[in-house]
């Protein structure tokens, strides 16, 4: 299931404050917006799109170089392993398979984290708001 914020004034409201009080930086827009988690060696960013109901649906992703040299060494891990079958060696394809599986966990470890940490961070302000 895909985790959503619900559009409303309050919550932009809220994440203005998250940028503002130096939790995040990004921007906001009507239709989507766009937070890094301020912290050395972030590599990361939250998306939210809006979709048809009127909620952001929020994705986690490389930020851009990261993002392409994933890509790059993906599509290079794929090729050694088609050359390293062809020849006959079966412990590089494994190894690669092996590592490429530790570091898709992690990454989604990673992104089940900075939702949790945006949405507590959502509901502290909201919670604040009511006191």
């Known amino acids: 299931m ?8 309050k919550n932009l409201k809220i994440l203005n404050k998250l940028i503002v009080n130096g939790f ?8 989507k917006f766009e937070l890094m988690r301020n912290r050395f060696t ?3 960013r939250l998306i939210g799109i809006l979709n048809d109901n009127g ?5 986690f992703d490389l930020k ?3 993002n392409i040299a994933r890509k790059v060494l993906i599509g290079l891990g794929i090729l050694t ?3 390293s079958l062809i020849n006959g060696n079966w412990i590089l394809p494994i190894a690669l398979i092996i590592f490429g599986l530790i570091f898709f966990l992690d990454f989604k470890l ?9 949405t507590d961070k959502l509901l ?7 006191e």
């Open 55 to 59: 909620n952001y649906d929020l994705k």
């Open 81 to 83: 392993s088609i050359v």
């Open 64 to 66: 851009s170089p990261m």
């Open 124 to 130: 502290e302000f909201h919670k604040t708001e009511y």
């Open 42 to 44: 972030n590599n990361h």
């Open 2 to 9: 895909r985790q959503t914020i619900a559009k409303s004034d």
């Open 110 to 118: 990673k992104e089940k984290k900075e939702i949790n940490l945006l």
């Open 24 to 31: 995040y930086t990004g921007y906001i827009g009507s239709e």
